[in-house]
């Protein structure tokens, strides 16, 4: 009896522990408050742009160098006019019905999809800003929009390698859930609902 009990004061200790350290990465990754932004400062167009644009990133392998870009056609010349609507339905002819066993940078191409225009001009304010602190006197705003630009893209990869730590949280939280989830004839509480992954703005 003292051992199974000493052993439960034990997994609490751990647990409250374990709550502590997640409470403390959730403060660390909160993401700083953007300003409204409007149509005006960053268009329609730009956003669709920096949409594709990402999404190339993300879907190809910058540790390796390859280039596999899902949206060739932005990088011509002429307005972008993709939708919302297209990119997803891209995604999906790529990748399947949404979320249905796809690879890490398919999620997160598509996480970073359903961002707000506020975040999409954080990245574009970040992205200019980097190019600028690598060479001052360079174009920014034209080195931004090129196809695998090595600052641009490492900055993609970072995204990306954020999304796959919130994804591995996910699902350490919920083989977690399941080894501590109580005997099926003894009722259990409805798991919290899981949402997109959510802004990942990057610091100013």
Not at 94 to 107: C, D, N, S, V, Y
Not at 115 to 134: G, I, P, S, W
Request: proline share 7%; charged share 30%; aromatic share 8%.
């Amino acid at each position: 009896m003292k051992k199974d009990k000493a052993k439960r004061h034990q997994q609490q200790k751990q647990k409250k522990t374990l709550k502590k350290i997640r409470r403390a990465q959730a403060m660390k990754k909160a993401p700083p408050k953007t300003s409204k932004i409007t149509e005006a400062v960053f268009s329609n167009e730009r956003m669709a742009f920096w949409a594709a644009h990402g999404i190339n990133c993300i879907l190809s392998d910058y540790s390796k160098g390859t280039w596999t870009p899902l949206f060739e056609a932005i990088y011509e010349s002429g307005p972008v006019t993709l939708t919302p609507e297209e990119v997803s339905g891209t995604l999906m002819g790529r990748f399947g019905p949404q979320g249905i066993g796809w690879p890490l940078e398919a999620k997160a191409a598509f996480s970073w999809m359903i961002q707000k225009r506020e975040v999409m001009y954080a990245y574009y304010r970040t992205a200019t800003r980097l190019l600028k602190d690598n060479d001052f006197s360079c174009d920014a705003e034209e080195l931004a929009v090129q196809p695998h630009n090595s600052i641009v893209w490492g900055l993609f990869d970072e995204l990306k390698q954020k999304i796959a730590e919130d994804d591995g949280v996910l699902k350490a939280e919920a083989e977690e859930a399941a080894t501590d989830s109580p005997p099926s004839d003894q009722p259990s509480e409805a798991p919290p609902e899981v949402g997109s992954i959510g802004d990942k703005t990057p610091a100013p």
